[in-house]
T-cell receptor
Framework: DAGVIQSPRHEVTEMGQEVTLRCKPI?????LFWYRQTMMRGLELLIY????????DSGMPEDRFSAKMPNASFSTLKIQPSEPRDSAVYFC?????????????FGQGTRLTVV | AQSVTQPDIHITVSEGASLELRCNYS??????LFWYVQSPGQGLQLLLK??????LVQGIKGFEAEFKRSQSSFNLRKPSVHWSDAAEYFC?????????FGAGTILRVKS
């Protein structure tokens, strides 16, 4: 398996623009997680899905952030409008057991820079 | 509330020396504990995990970790560090279906 695939790897955008980050989880995994990593706050869980359904979005910082998982093989994280403080590395991870986390496999991340 | 503390932000060791990275957690029930490693520009890779049973767990790349319930600790060890071990290491505890991470420890290896 190719692992968790994220795109793009790098994104530079201007403040106010819409940004969409994409994730393809490992085939057969039924849980998907979006994390944000910054120097100041470390790794923060933004949202996670189980069987394509959002279970906990309490980590989503504000209404500018939204996430979807239309099917088991694809998820998006959207920021609209983007702000410089959204600059971070965004990781997607997937795992195979929804109610009992065994191991989360991480993608290589998307480095977002908002100027 | 669940939390993970990694008290050392940076650690520098000589190649061939032993290594111990500290991790303390706060969690009311029996924890599921993990150590991940992140190389520059890469995602996180699982080194090892503890769910139950033997409190000394072996992982990849020669790493091991010991769960000590009385100390709420899950320290990572390696008897002899290689230059390729230079990376950032994260301890994590599973809370429900979520992973809560520590702030990370950056390991530098000097030759």
């Amino acid at each position: 398996d190719a692992g968790v695939i994220q795109s793009p790897r790098h994104e530079v955008t201007e403040m106010g623009q819409e940004v969409t980050l994409r994730c393809k989880p490992i085939s057969g995994h039924n849980s998907l997680f979006w994390y944000r990593q910054t120097m100041m706050r470390g790794l923060e869980l933004l949202i996670y899905f189980n069987n394509n359904v959002p279970i906990d979005d309490s980590g989503m910082p504000e209404d500018r952030f939204s996430a979807k998982m239309p099917n088991a093989s694809f998820s998006t994280l959207k920021i609209q409008p983007s702000e410089p403080r959204d600059s971070a590395v965004y990781f997607c991870a997937s795992s195979s057991r929804g109610g009992d986390l065994t191991e989360a496999f991480f993608g290589q991340g998307t480095r977002l820079t908002v100027v | 509330a669940q939390s993970v503390t990694q008290p050392d932000i940076h650690i520098t060791v000589s190649e061939g020396a032993s290594l111990e990275l500290r991790c303390n957690y706060s969690y009311g029930a029996t924890p599921y504990l993990f150590w991940y490693v992140q190389s520059p520009g890469q995602g996180l890779q699982l080194l090892l995990k503890y769910f139950s049973g033997d409190t000394l767990v072996q992982g990849i790349k020669g790493f091991e970790a010991e769960f000590k319930r009385s100390q709420s600790s899950f320290n990572l060890r390696k008897p002899s560090v290689h230059w390729s071990d230079a990376a950032e290491y994260f301890c994590a505890v599973a809370y429900g279906n979520k992973l809560v991470f520590g702030a990370g420890t950056i390991l530098r290896v000097k030759s």
